[in-house]
């Protein structure tokens, strides 16, 4: 409990804003990672990663290539069947559990509950009593935006809201490591592109480890300082780009030949990816879709369209 | 587009900037709604035409009382008999009560039993379905043999009662959010050090079933004891007539027996009056607590009051 308060206690402000070519010191990492399901799918296939300080890291790929078990082994929700998470400095998930925050693809936000206590969950389950635990509620859902909500109910806010106090809550143990599984694929494009902006910010104010797993080439190249490519079956990297584009983004990055250039090679790495998968079946539909997404990659058409939110 | 949707997204955080005001029940209450009116006003007319019509017809073709008694009798029967009929009532009402109450507590605890321990579900669950299928009017005259009677009244008012809440209670606490349950996983797994890695899993099964399943099965758990409610009264009114078939008794059912018996069809008439006014107070009290409860996040409370 003290640890808690301890760590909810230095200003967010304090630590530096990662620049993408710096090079932090070293988190946790996956070594050798296999994993079989019970009904004998090989999802995972000798996976190796390492994640460093205030890196943001994108594990993008097509859906079923793995990436969302991988981010649930690191939180160590599910057992890997081979292979381990190396939390650098010892200790297993479970020591570890304090510092991990994670965000799902739904809001998954308690229906009963208001939008402070669905924050004070975390806390409450750690032994934090009420009053301890008001500052650290209020200075979360200050960083997300919504601390005029802190007593509305979940149904009276918006999909993107939702997501907010989604986020809010995984900030409140003040996490090192913040792990989100798709968080934004299920919001309307204009959401998505606010949300991709407070997140930029969260992380350089709060100085979290990010790891953010998406299907989307702009998401991850917009907000990441690295990118690692997935394939299917089975699950494993097949390519990783270093973001080197300065971090404090803006919508202006979304113009640059940088992000048109670091589009095309994700997108590349991906197709590559997604050739090998389906065996040629659907390469004709894939290549139509894929390339039309990368020609409005490099155009400059859809990101004025952006530029005036 | 982009502006019509921005909008759309201020309009909402606007009607959010005050939800106290908008979730606030007497809103709709307050002013006449007609389709409200209509509601209430439909069903109380029907019935005024058909008790008039009932009237009207036992009067023009002089019925005698003995076999269809006039709306208007019956009401002097239940004034005149007041004393009778009240004593029962008040004995049929504690056989409910006390049922719905043995019912609740039965239920409640044996579904969160089943929710910790799969040993207890596999063994126990179909025993509690047994219960459920086997008619209450066929186990009644066993109950007497073996009990008092007003412990054999209650047990079947508790039997009939029992299952919906159990059953529902049950699917209420399986019915969590999957993803919560992780997140459960994820921050709830402390345990004291202490503690054997057995007692470190009960432990925070104790606190999801405290913090995520009990609120998730509220409505489940309302739904059940709505259902409940009716059914009390109906295994209360079942052992009283099995009872009463005995000779013996003194609620509501069995006055009904006793004016069968005795030809007082007028008392019959007003004793079923008084049964179905209960059972429709009961159904409206339960509702009352459910939408109470639930008003401030449930879908189902939410829909009235729009």
Not at chain 2, 12 to 30: L, M
Not at chain 2, 48 to 73: Q, T
Not at chain 2, 153 to 164: Q, S
Not at chain 2, 222 to 247: D, N, R, Y
Request: proline share 6%; aromatic share 8%; charged share 20%.
């Amino acid at each position: 409990m003290s640890a808690i308060q301890a760590r909810t206690s230095p200003p967010p402000s304090e630590s530096p804003p990662a620049e993408g070519s710096s090079r932090g010191a070293g988190l946790v990492a996956l070594r050798g990672i296999d994993k079989t399901f019970a009904n004998g799918t090989l999802a995972l296939s000798g996976l190796d990663l390492d994640i460093r300080e205030n890196e943001f890291v994108s594990l993008l790929g097509p859906s079923g290539c793995g990436k969302s078990t991988a981010l649930r082994i690191l939180a160590g929700l599910i057992p890997a069947s081979r292979g381990d998470v190396a939390w650098i400095g010892g200790g297993t998930a479970e020591d570890h559990r304090g510092e991990i925050g994670f965000v799902f693809q739904e809001p998954t936000l308690m229906p009963w509950a208001t939008v402070a206590d669905n924050v004070f969950l975390p806390l409450r389950l750690r032994g934090v009593s009420r009053r301890d635990a008001a500052d650290a509620i209020a200075s979360s859902l200050d960083l997300v935006g919504l601390s005029k909500f802190a007593h509305a109910y979940p149904r009276e806010l918006s999909g993107g809201m939702k997501m907010r106090v989604s986020i809010a809550r995984a900030l409140s143990l003040r996490p090192r490591i913040l792990l989100m599984d798709e968080p934004f694929a299920a919001l309307d494009e204009i959401t998505r592109f606010k949300l991709n902006d407070d997140l930029l910010r969260l992380q350089r104010e709060f100085g979290c480890t990010v790891v953010f797993v998406t299907h989307s080439v702009y998401e991850s190249v917009y907000l990441s300082t690295r990118i690692v490519v997935m394939a299917a079956r089975p699950g494993r990297i097949v390519a990783e780009i270093p973001v080197a584009a300065p971090t404090p983004r803006s919508e202006a990055f979304r113009t640059t030949p940088l992000y048109a250039a670091l589009c095309r090679e994700a997108s590349a790495a991906l197709h590559g990816a997604m050739d090998g998968a389906m065996d040629g079946a659907m390469d004709g539909v894939m290549d139509g879709a894929m390339d039309r997404a990368v020609d409005r990659a490099a155009d400059a058409g859809p990101v004025g369209a952006h530029a005036d939110l | 587009m982009s502006e019509a949707n921005a909008a759309a997204e201020a309009g909402r955080i606007a009607t959010v900037g005050a939800p106290s005001k908008t979730a606030a029940p007497s809103a709709s209450g307050s002013r006449p709604d007609p389709a409200r009116l209509l509601r209430v006003a439909l069903p109380l007319g029907l019935f005024a035409l058909v008790v008039l019509g009932w009237e009207r017809y036992v009067v023009a073709w002089e019925v005698p009382h003995y076999i269809l008694p006039a709306p208007s009798r019956i009401m002097q029967t239940m004034i005149a008999d007041w004393p009778v009929l009240w004593a029962s009532l008040l004995q049929t009402l504690k056989t409910t009560f006390l049922g719905l109450a043995l019912a609740v507590a039965g239920g409640v605890g044996l579904a969160v039993l089943l929710s910790l321990s799969r040993l207890v579900e596999y063994s126990l669950y179909p025993y509690a379905v047994v219960l459920q299928v086997t008619p209450v009017v066929a186990i009644s005259p066993l109950l007497l043999i073996y009990m008092p009677q007003e412990a054999a009244v209650l047990t079947c008012a508790w039997i009939v009662a029992f299952f919906p809440i159990l059953s529902n209670t049950t699917l209420g606490l399986q019915s969590v959010d999957r993803n919560l349950l992780e997140l459960f996983d994820l921050y709830g797994a402390t345990k004291p050090r202490w503690a054997p890695p057995w007692l470190g899993r009960f432990l925070s099964r104790v606190k999801a079933l405290w913090y995520l399943r009990r609120p998730a099965a509220l409505p489940y758990f309302l739904a059940g004891l709505k259902i409940a409610g009716g059914l009390a009264l109906i295994g209360a009114v079942v052992a009283e007539i099995a009872a009463g078939s005995a000779g013996a008794g003194s609620g509501l059912a069995y006055r009904i027996l006793e004016s069968q018996f005795r030809l007082n069809i007028p008392r019959l008439f007003a004793a079923l009056a008084l049964l179905s006014l209960t059972g429709v107070v009961i159904f409206l009290a339960l509702s009352a607590v459910s939408h109470l409860l639930l008003r401030r996040w449930h879908e189902s409370a939410i829909a009235e009051e729009r």
